[in-house]
């Protein structure tokens, strides 16, 4: 396949919004879609305000700015992708939900495509099995917020083809991205490191151990994260930790993947992060650390 010269990115909440933040930036022309026009919306703002931020940091030019707003098309019709060359969903983690948006998104695309999904932790070769293009069919794990982190763990499913891998890795440098390999198994590098560590942080809590702050801080000053991993949770989103551990406990079968009844809880109650305005913490309307 020739290089990448539109992609179509698939779900407009803060990660499909930030992936095609992060490809416009990068000179590619880019359909965002979402059924929702008031998601839309809101991505469209988020991504121009995080594009001003940077242009009056004096990180981007006003040109490249400009350049960048203009590659961004916003659109609710999955039609309009009918000219990518390059899909990327990053809709809800749900293996059903994914499959039917796959099954869509193989029809509408021409037959060069390649259709990538964002899962976190979903398996490529299920996602793939419901389309006709199994080998142009890959995981492209962007790690949130994409903006601003380096990483994209590439997951092969078992019929990915060599030149779809080769083109989703030219893709991901040439957004700036670094990239890993992994193999289709649930929670593929990160999640499986990633969120035992968060669950455990939630076992902790439960049990009485330390309060929330100090678990946060320990690991923050004692390990030096960005962030504590209940902060990390509540900034990722409860219910989408909730589901990764969900998918890690089925998927690899050892009860040391159970999620904490407490992160249970939570995710029952509506406590959902910061996207909700509480988790394990409260916040003010004004998120604490990120700007979009
Ligand atoms: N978009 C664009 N830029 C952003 C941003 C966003 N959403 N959020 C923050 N930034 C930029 C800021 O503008 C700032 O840039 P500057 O240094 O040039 O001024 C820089 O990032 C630092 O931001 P802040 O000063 O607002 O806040 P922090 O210093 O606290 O950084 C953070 C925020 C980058 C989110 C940092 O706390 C962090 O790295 N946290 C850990 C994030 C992480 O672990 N992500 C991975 C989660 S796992 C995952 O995504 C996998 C999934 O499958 C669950």
């Known amino acids: 396949m020739s290089e990448v010269k539109m992609i179509g990115v698939v779900g407009g909440g803060q990660m499909g919004s930030g992936i ?33 931020r940077l242009v009056s940091k004096a990180t981007l030019s006003q040109a490249a700015g400009a350049d960048a707003l203009k590659r961004l098309h916003f659109t609710t019709d999955l039609e309009d992708f009918h000219m990518a060359d390059f899909i990327i969903e990053a809709i809800v983690e749900s293996e059903d939900v994914k499959k ?11 037959s060069s495509a390649i259709l990538a999904s964002n899962t976190s ?6 996602i793939a099995s419901s389309t006709t293009r ?53 929670g593929f590098i990160v ?7 968060i669950n455990e942080a939630f076992f902790a809590l439960y049990a ?13 000053l004692g390990t030096n994260h960005p962030m504590g991993p209940l902060e990390l ?18 998927g690899l079968g050892d009860n040391k993947y159970a999620p904490c009844p407490l992160l249970v809880q939570y995710v029952d109650a509506g406590r959902l992060g910061r ?11 004004e998120p604490r650390s990120t700007k979009s």
């Not at 932790?121 to 299920?126: E, G, K, L, M, P």
């Open 208 to 220: 009485g151990v330390a309060t929330k702050e100090d678990i946060d801080t320990g690991m923050k």
């Open 100 to 110: 039917s948006l796959f099954v869509k998104l193989d029809k509408i695309a021409k």
């Open 233 to 250: 949770a509540d900034f990722i989103g409860l219910d989408v930790c909730l589901s990764i551990m969900r998918v890690l406990h089925a």
């Open 20 to 52: 095609a933040q992060v490809a416009a930036m990068h000179g590619v022309d880019v359909f965002l879609h979402d059924l929702d026009p008031q998601a839309l919306s809101k991505a469209s703002s988020s991504i121009s305000s995080s594009i001003h």
């Open 191 to 197: 999640n499986r490191i990633l969120m035992p560590m």
């Open 134 to 186: 199994s080998s142009q069919v890959i995981g492209m794990h962007f790690m949130n917020p994409p903006p601003v982190m380096k990483l994209i763990e590439i997951v092969r499913g078992a019929d990915t083809s060599d030149e779809t891998f080769a083109v989703t890795k030219a893709l991901s440098e040439r957004l700036g991205k670094i990239v890993i390999t992994s193999k289709d198994y649930s």
């Open 275 to 285: 996207k909700r305005g509480i988790g394990v913490y409260e916040y003010s309307k």
């Open 121 to 126: 932790s979903i398996s490529v070769t299920r």
